[in-house]
């Protein structure tokens, strides 16, 4: 059967992705499996790289880059945002605040569902709304849990730094006051892929005199459970595909 689309370099590139899937490679093993030109397979792997598709272990040989990896969880978001909607509408009743679900997309932040607080001061932030990545708590949860150097790029111009990210992973949630937006606070915590990556972090916000500066004290364990369900959801909908298939 024919493999090829008929697009030389998207066939080329495919092949690149697929000779990684092997494991790391040199460029010479890299040659080696794809039959590319030398010239031909460097230029497609450092093109690979650039968009995060392949990137490069500590003894700089080529690998799978981690924009497969957030493709992959974005392919089965449907899921998680079939199951957020009750979630956060449960964690918005039962704080009183708006709540969110994020996840990272670049250098920034996407909402990908909400739940507004219907009366009163609240901090309203619609679905699609694109917000930094170097200020708020749901930030420092898509940051914490990130590879080193990807971590240490994400330091450049935040309002937080390394300690605190630390304290984000030793504690397992984040919270903010006034650092995103003067009078707002909030607390996050991450939802987990069935392979136990970050792949989103669940916020509640609202105005600092209703939260307080101390808003974990009042809401962690109750996003935290919040998230958590989210997470259980994406490993149930993995464990029965996984045993679809082996049936």
Do not use: Y
Request: net charge positive; with cysteine.
């Amino acid at each position: 059967m024919d493999n090829t689309s008929g697009v030389g370099v998207l066939d080329k590139a495919a092949i690149v992705l697929s000779a990684l899937e092997a494991g790391p490679s040199t460029l010479a093993q890299l040659v080696t499996a794809t039959g590319l030109a030398r010239p031909t397979a460097h230029r497609l792997a450092v093109a690979l790289e650039h968009h995060r598709l392949v990137g490069r272990d500590m003894q700089g040989r080529f690998v799978l880059g981690p924009r497969l990896g957030e493709l992959a969880a974005a392919a089965g978001e449907d899921r998680l945002l079939a199951a957020a909607g009750p979630v956060l509408g449960a964690l918005r009743d039962h704080t009183n605040e708006s709540a969110q679900l994020f996840r990272r997309q670049g250098d920034h932040r996407i909402c990908v569902s909400a739940a507004e607080r219907p009366v009163g001061l609240r901090d309203s932030i619609p679905i699609g709304a694109q917000l930094t990545m170097l200020a708020g708590s749901a930030a420092q949860v898509l940051l914490a849990w990130e590879e080193p150097d990807r971590l240490h790029r994400g330091l450049q111009g935040a309002a937080f730094n390394a300690t605190s990210l630390s304290g984000v992973r030793r504690r397992g949630w984040a919270q903010s006051v006034g650092e995103r937006e003067a009078g707002v606070a909030s607390v996050s915590a991450p939802v987990r892929s069935p392979s136990g990556r970050v792949i989103a972090a669940v916020s509640i916000s609202g105005p600092i005199e209703r939260l307080s500066r101390q808003p974990g004290r009042l809401h962690a364990a109750t996003v935290i459970a919040g998230a958590n369900k989210l997470t259980e959801v994406l490993a149930r909908h993995a464990r029965q595909t996984e045993e679809q298939n082996t049936a």
